[in-house]
């Protein structure tokens, strides 16, 4: 139990196009969606945290207008990447909150690599 | 602010080696302590969750300890499908996690 799924699970596209990514919990409905990027050696930074039809929370130094995040449904949220550019490059990961007996924990998605060229 | 500190950095065993990885940790209030374990271009598969000190979760190879400022994950006799990068992150009121940078531990046959 507990699967959280993202799509796809890599990208590759030019500089100035959006890139959409989806994360998925399979098997419970999340309460709370969290999503992260982290780059070569380094670990997980936490970009913003979104609520099922509100608007997401983002952390200092995030740019809410370049990654916008979608939280449409208890089991689905999106983050976009508009006008992506080659800094942008990195792995990208969410994770949910809200497994049946297990409310407290962060389950994440296998990530998605995006590359811009 | 919340911060989590792992060590070592790396950690190279040979199988059958038993070791410990070490997070220590100033948390505000903090709600739980949780070990997550990252191969390489995935995302973090969930270990434990500890919550007051004293408490310990075992899982085949692995044992997690924690007391009020550290806690410890112990791998007994190691296998090299236990080569990983084991992170440690504690938890406030709000759920959002704050991160160590990780321990990679690498095991040889």
């Known amino acids: 139990g507990a699967v959280v799924s993202q799509h796809p699970s890599w990208v590759i596209c030019k500089s100035g196009t959006s890139v959409k990514i989806e994360c998925r919990s399979l098997d419970f409905q999340a309460t709370t969606m969290f999503w992260y990027r982290q780059f070569p050696k380094q670990s997980l930074m936490l970009m913003a945290t979104?609520?099922?039809?509100?608007?997401?929370?983002?952390e200092q130094g995030v740019e809410k207008d370049k990654f916008l995040i979608n939280h449409a449904s208890l089991t689905l949220s999106t983050l976009t990447v508009t006008s992506a550019h080659p800094e942008d490059s990195s792995f990208y990961i969410c994770s949910a909150i809200g497994a049946p007996g297990r409310t407290d924990t962060q389950y994440f998605g296998p990530g998605t690599r995006l590359t811009v060229l | 602010e919340d911060q989590v500190t792992q060590s070592p950095e790396a950690l190279r065993l040979q199988e059958g080696e038993s070791s410990s990885l070490n997070c220590s940790y100033t948390?505000?209030?903090?709600?739980?302590l949780f070990w997550y374990r990252q191969d390489p271009g995935k995302g973090p598969e969930f270990l434990f969750t500890?919550?007051?000190a004293g408490e310990e979760k075992e899982k085949e190879r692995l044992k997690a300890t924690l007391t009020k400022k550290e806690s410890f994950l112990h791998i007994t006799a190691p296998k090299p499908e236990d080569s990983a990068t084991y992170l440690c992150?504690?938890?406030?009121?709000?759920?959002?996690?704050?991160f160590g940078a990780g321990t990679t531990v690498t095991v040889r046959a």
């Open positions: 979104s609520n099922e039809g509100s608007k997401a929370t983002y």
């Open positions: 992150a504690g938890t406030n009121n709000d759920y959002k996690l704050s």
């Open positions: 948390v505000s209030g903090l709600r739980g």
């Open positions: 500890l919550y007051s």
